[in-house]
C-alpha cells in the first residue's frame, strides 16, 4: 500500500502515543488477546491494529505529545530538521481517524 495525500494539522495523531508490539510475544507471555487486553487496560494502554498477517499490534496510551497546542497545532510542524522521525512517517498504514488527509491505495 502507498500512501498518498497530506496533513492537515487535525492535531488527532499527536493525542495518543501508539507503540508498535509484536503480536507472537503479547500472545505467548499472555496466553491470548482477550488476556493481553485486559491486562494493558488495567494500566491505561488499550490494543489496537492487530495484524496477525504481519505479526504485530500497537499498544495506544492516552497521553498526548506536549508539543500541541490547545488548538491542536504542532509546534514543531514547520521544523522538519527538529521534529521526530516517527512524526514525519505517520501513518505508516491505515488507521481510524477520520479527520486525517492521508489514505491508502
Known sequence: MRRRGECVKCGECCK???ITGILSHVLGQHGSLDEARAYYSFRGV???D????NDS???ELNIPCDKLTADNNCLLHDQPEVKPMICHRYPM???DIKSCGF???
Do not use: E
Not at 492487530?50 to 498477517?53: A, G, L
Open 16 to 18: 495518543v502515543m501508539r
Open 46 to 48: 488499550n490494543i489496537s
Open 50 to 53: 492487530v495484524s496477525p498477517d
Open 57 to 59: 499490534l500497537c499498544f
Open 93 to 95: 498504514a491505515p488507521d
Open 103 to 105: 489514505s491508502f491505495q
